[in-house]
């Protein structure tokens, strides 16, 4: 193994994807390092990545240098990745597709070949799947999303994944919504799960064939938001001793019981980011420092306490200005399993381009020094043009009666386009190939719109899930007829056009005004559109 990583050199591999993850520590210290850079993920910009790009790390210098072959193709929104300790097999998690994609790493070219039957299929979760980890061990993969705990054994050949009996595995609190980072211990006995909607933290006991089970958990961990995109992470020192879980702010420090697993009440500690929010986490090789991205473009060094696992901040105070700082500001931190350099993906903005941040790390107090040359631009990527499809065929002429301010307020709240969690939470499309259902929900820095429309059939790749049971509070679905419309909402505003008609609300969501509009063809609802914001 040890021959394999000195061959395979620094390698970074780099997902062009809708959101951010960070590399544990523990994953870093055994395997080249992996760098996510989420790819595009601009507020109301939507655009699906369909591949991954690998980039080859100088050791002199830290630069990426990007791998001939790339970008390699994956599944629909790769979002997060690990590699099997002795960096010969990665993983990358589809969050479109509910699928993890498994490759073999050329250890000469760092060129990625696809394993046998990739994609594998995951567990059904709406939101898709959030973060994947292999064991210290190499023989198991984890991935957390709102199904619970995902587990496939590792075939150490060729890479195959196989589904351990009884996954998923059930989170520890009674809903399913909010599971983000887990993390493996270095002795492959237990595993952590984090929740950030509950704000929780979940331990299980990992088994002889890699199933999971829960001990005497969950326990309050933190004050995450329940934004999906909030950041949070779970990592397990390189010592073992303790697991670091992070909210926006702070870090709650857990000591582990090396025995049963158990963890004992946490030390909080704010990280003082002033107006910032935590963004990325990471910590080096030797347990001696921990660094935080926050969402303004800064990065910050601490000190470890090797007893009590506690964060100080850095006797020599400072932070590295990175990236754009820019709207959206989310940024992934890892480190090289040297632990010589840093990095930092910025996810740049609608005008400029996503970056890699480069930093040499002083061994003696971890101060970060800026590279040469950085930060680097990040390579384009391969997107799928699902949004072109969806507004393929709108009446143009509806456009203009989004924010039409004299349609009636509706009589009965109708709180929009009841959403579950399968739409609630996620950015992007859905389509039932059974009732040619179609359902959007973008969202943008100043408003957003959701969209439950009938539509043809869609590109063979877009996500199939069934709409049929999607409804405004008053009642309203597709199919519903006008006279049932009118009957629960009142009179509407009508816009005629391209053969349709509109019919308009307007109504308050959260305090501000919104258009909840109904498209009437034939006498039936053929779309429920709601913009609001702005």
């Known amino acids: 193994m040890r021959n394999l990583t000195a061959a395979l050199g620094a390698l970074a591999i780099a997902l062009l994807c809708c959101e951010g993850s960070v590399l544990s520590a523990a994953a ?58 002795g960096g010969r097999f990665a993983y990358v998690i589809n969050k479109g597709s509910n699928s993890v994609s498994g490759y073999e790493v050329d250890a000469a070219t760092g060129a990625l070949r696809p394993v046998a039957g990739s994609p594998f299929t995951m567990d059904y979760s709406a939101a898709g799947p959030n973060e994947i980890v292999v064991d210290p061990a190499g023989k198991y993969a984890y991935s957390s999303s709102d199904a619970g705990v995902s587990a496939f054994s590792i075939d150490a050949t060729t890479g195959v994944l196989s589904r351990v009996p009884g996954s998923p595995f059930a989170k520890g609190t009674s809903d399913g919504f909010g599971t983000t980072s887990i993390a493996v211990d270095q002795s492959d006995k237990f595993a952590y799960v984090l929740d950030h909607f509950n704000n929780t933290i979940s331990a299980y006991a990992i088994d002889a064939a890699g199933a999971l089970k829960l001990t005497g958990s969950p326990l309050a961990a933190g004050q995450n938001s329940n934004d999906s995109g909030s950041s949070s992470t779970a990592t397990v020192g390189p010592n073992g001793k303790f697991l670091y879980v992070t909210d926006p702010c702070c870090v709650d420090v857990f000591a582990i019981d090396a025995t049963t697993g158990a963890l004992a009440p946490p030390a909080h500690v704010s990280l003082g980011l002033g107006d910032g929010s935590l963004a990325g986490f990471a910590i080096d090789p030797t347990g001696k420092f921990a660094y935080v991205a926050d969402d303004d473009g800064r990065v910050y060094t601490y000190t470890i306490n090797g007893a009590t696992g506690a964060l100080k901040a850095a006797a020599r105070r400072f932070s590295i200005r990175t990236g754009t700082g820019s709207e959206p500001g989310l940024y992934s931190l890892t480190i090289d399993p040297t632990g010589t350099f840093a990095y930092v993906i910025d996810l ?19 101060e970060l020094t800026p590279t040469p040359r950085s930060p680097y631009a990040v390579a384009t990527n391969i997107t799928d043009p699902i949004a072109r499809w969806f507004d393929t065929g709108r009446c143009a002429a509806f456009d203009s009666a989004r924010f039409a301010e004299t349609a009636p307020v509706a009589e009965r709240d109708s709180g929009g386009v009841m959403f579950d969690r399968i739409t ?36 063979s790749d877009v996500p199939q899930h069934d709409l049929s049971h999607l409804h405004t509070a008053s009642g309203i679905k597709l199919g519903s ?37 109904f498209t009437i063809g034939n006498g039936r609802v053929t779309e429920i559109f709601e913009d609001f914001g702005g």
């Open 348 to 366: 740049g903005s609608r005008v400029v381009r996503p970056t890699i941040s480069a930093y040499r790390i002083d061994p003696s107090v971890g």
């Open 424 to 459: 609630a939470k996620t950015r992007g499309y859905f389509y039932d190939p059974n009732s040619h259902s179609a359902l959007r929900y973008p969202s943008t820095d100043s408003e957003g719109t959701f969209t439950l429309r009938v539509s043809g059939p869609a590109p």
């Open 28 to 85: 870093a210290a055994k395997a080249p390092f992996v760098l996510i850079v989420p790819y595009f993920a601009v507020v109301g910009d939507i655009r699906a990545s369909k591949s991954v790009s690998v980039y080859k790390i100088d050791a002199g210098t830290g630069a990426p240098t990007l791998v001939a072959g790339s970008p390699f193709a994956a599944a629909r929104d790769p979002s997060a990745e690990t590699l099997a300790p």
């Open 481 to 517: 007829s006008s006279a049932e419309v009118v009957s629960l909402l009142g009179k509407p505003k009508i816009v005629n056009a391209c053969g349709l008609q509109r019919y308009i609300y307007l109504r308050n969501r959260e305090g501000e005004p919104t258009s909840l509009q």
